[in-house]
């Protein structure tokens, strides 16, 4: 299985950008489907999940109101809209199948004035 993130890019403090996450090869809908980040000089971090079956989401405290997480099973990808966008959040952003030990590339995330 694969799966490919895109949306990353530079934006201002308080802005908003929304990265895609495409899956192949593995039975989508079934997979517990999460969001990681990794930034400079850091360990890799959770962000967010959403689980196959209900749809029941888990953020992080740090992105909590600020950003959510949501699925598409018909066109096999998971979203993560980050509003309120802030320096800190700049990272490497990973969407991940954990269960079937699936990662994405990853898609830079930089928020600079």
């Known amino acids: 299985g694969q799966l490919a993130e895109s949306g990353g890019g530079l934006v201002q403090p308080g802005g908003s950008l929304r990265l895609s996450c495409a899956a192949s090869?593995?039975?989508?809908?079934?997979?517990?489907m999460s969001w990681h980040r990794q930034a400079p000089g850091k360990e890799r971090e959770f962000v967010a999940q959403?689980?196959?079956?209900?749809?029941?989401?888990n953020l992080a405290d740090s992105v909590k109101g600020r950003f959510t997480i949501s699925r598409d099973n018909a066109k096999k990808t998971v979203y993560l809209q980050m509003n309120s966008l802030k320096v800190e959040d700049t990272a490497v952003y990973y969407c991940?199948?954990?269960?079937?030990?699936?990662w994405g590339q990853g898609t830079p995330v930089t928020v600079s004035s």
């Open positions: 991940a199948a954990l269960s079937r030990g699936i």
């Open positions: 090869g593995f039975t989508f809908r079934s997979s517990i």
């Open positions: 959403i689980n196959n079956i209900s749809g029941t989401t």
